[in-house]
């Protein structure tokens, strides 16, 4: 007869070399409420007086008519795609954002041009769901060729239908322009493919 399993328990609690540890007057929890409610009311009425007043500061944003100021310079917000000298992107169809990005947001579908010796693979599609994205910054990290990026502005980005969030490879080339990539390509030759084809009639 076999005996039934008696739980673990654990005889000492773990302490944290971290653990903060509260005082006496942090104890007296009554004190800690009063203080919280003084706080909260400061502010509550710091922003009444600014509102009578007809001041800002007392209200959110109103967006998306107003932007705010404060962003940060770091900000990740809507994303570019950068463009080479003669508009195309820059982007050659690597698929290390997509593979990187972990709510599995892009989808880029490959284009391949024989005639363009420097940037033959580039993308046919180019798609984000910002349904979805949670705007990390590891597409723009791990890109190698600098052609997709994050401004800190996210202009006419919420909608009350998932279906249109997605946005399209000429959003994000043409939302925000850009063409000051960090490893430049030449431009595609003038005439390359005319040239091609009418070696390979000669033929």
């Given at each position: 007869m076999t005996n039934p399993r008696t739980p673990q328990v654990r005889?000492?609690?773990?302490?944290?070399?971290?653990?903060?540890?509260?005082?006496?007057w942090e104890r007296v929890y009554l004190l800690e409420v009063v203080r919280g409610l003084t706080i909260t009311g400061g502010v509550f009425l710091r922003n009444m007086w600014k509102w009578c007043t007809g001041r800002k500061g007392a209200v959110t944003v109103y967006y998306p008519e107003e932007t705010r100021a404060d962003y940060a310079r770091g900000n990740r917000g809507k994303h570019?795609?950068?463009?080479?000298?003669?508009?195309?992107?820059?982007?050659?169809?690597?698929?290390?954002?997509?593979?990187v990005c972990p709510a599995r947001v892009i989808e880029i579908e490959a284009a391949f041009d024989p005639d363009d010796a420097a940037h033959p693979k580039s993308p046919a599609s180019f798609e984000?769901?910002?349904?979805?994205?949670?705007?990390?910054?590891?597409?723009?990290?791990?890109?190698?060729?600098?052609?997709?990026?994050?401004v800190?502005?996210?202009?006419?980005?919420?909608?009350?239908?998932?279906?249109?969030?997605?946005?399209?490879?000429?959003e994000l080339l043409g939302w925000q322009p850009a063409r000051d990539a960090a490893k430049p390509y030449?431009?595609?030759?003038?005439?390359a493919g005319s040239a091609a084809a009418s070696t390979g009639s000669a033929r």
């Open positions: 005889r000492t609690a773990r302490s944290y070399w971290n653990e903060p540890a509260m005082g006496a570019v795609l950068v463009q080479r000298a003669d508009g195309s992107p820059q982007c050659v169809a690597c698929n290390l954002c997509a593979t984000i769901d910002y349904a979805r994205c949670i705007f990390c910054g590891l597409c723009v990290e791990a890109c190698p060729e600098d052609a997709i990026r994050m800190k502005d996210v202009p006419d980005l919420p909608g009350p239908d998932r279906a249109r969030m997605w946005l399209s490879k000429d030449p431009p595609r030759a003038a005439g």
